[in-house]
Nanobody
Framework: QLQASGGGLVQAGGSLRLSCAAS????????MGWFRQAPGKEREFVGF???????YYADSVKGRFTISRDNAKNTVYLQMNSLKPEDTAVYYC????????????????WGQGTQVTVSS
């Protein structure tokens, strides 16, 4: 089970840190992804962290967002800096099953989502 939190309302240029807490003792084995979905749009890849801590990002967030994980706390984080109004969306964390990590269909488990709203 995944539980995302940390969303909220922030002004453009501000920062937020999202957390995704996982239950279960096998969390450290899972690669984790972050996705987002804006109203009327498809779910979009944001970033990914391997079980070993390697990270990959969508071009739209590269240099502004950072993913990290704390396996002792069963938690993965998404630090978002220099936020823009176009970052407004519901953000989801997910645990990778198999396949291309940029595709939502590759993920087996999803959190419930947390709303991020960036005002201009």
């Amino acid at each position: 089970q995944l539980q995302a939190s940390g969303g909220g309302l922030v002004q453009a240029g501000g920062s937020l840190r999202l957390s995704c807490a996982a239950s279960g003792r096998t969390f450290s084995r899972y690669a984790m992804g972050w996705f987002r979905q804006a109203p009327g749009k498809e779910r979009e890849f944001v970033g990914f962290i391997t079980s070993g801590g390697g990270t990959y990002y969508a071009d739209s967030v590269k240099g502004r967002f950072t993913i990290s994980r704390d396996n002792a706390k069963n938690t993965v984080y998404l630090q978002m800096n220099s936020l823009k109004p176009e970052d407004t969306a519901v953000y989801y964390c997910a645990a990778l099953g198999s396949g291309n990590f940029r595709r939502a269909t590759s993920y087996d488990y999803w959190g419930q989502g947390t709303q991020v709203t960036v005002s201009s």
